[in-house]
């Protein structure tokens, strides 16, 4: 039995670390039963971050998130909100806007 042998040498995977970081994401709604966060980084899916609500009006999250762009909304109480304190949007696929937050890398 022959043996073959590649004459290519092996390809090294550089391993490059990608710096996350950590926002925490806040709303005030004080009649709010429950705030949701979603947005693509959490496939906007209802069961990754909810909420939690301090002893005042405000609803927060604090996630880890990588650098890029990232579209978000929040659901208060089964209806879709922006961010109020965020002004940067675009347009999203529904007719409405989302809220955009850009993380740089460090």
Request: proline share 5%.
């Amino acid at each position: 039995m022959k043996k073959f042998e590649s004459k290519q040498k092996p390809k090294t995977l550089s391993k490059q670390i990608i710096k996350r970081k950590r926002v925490t994401f806040s709303f005030e709604a004080t009649a709010a039963g429950e705030v949701i966060l979603m947005g693509d980084f959490n496939n906007w899916n209802p069961k990754k971050h909810p909420m939690k609500q301090d002893k005042g009006e405000r609803w927060s999250k604090t996630v880890v998130l990588s650098p890029g762009t990232h579209e978000y909304k929040f659901f208060v109480d089964g209806e879709w909100k922006e961010d109020p304190r965020n002004d940067q949007t675009c347009a999203n696929c529904f007719g409405t806007q989302n809220s955009v937050l850009n993380i740089k890398e460090r």
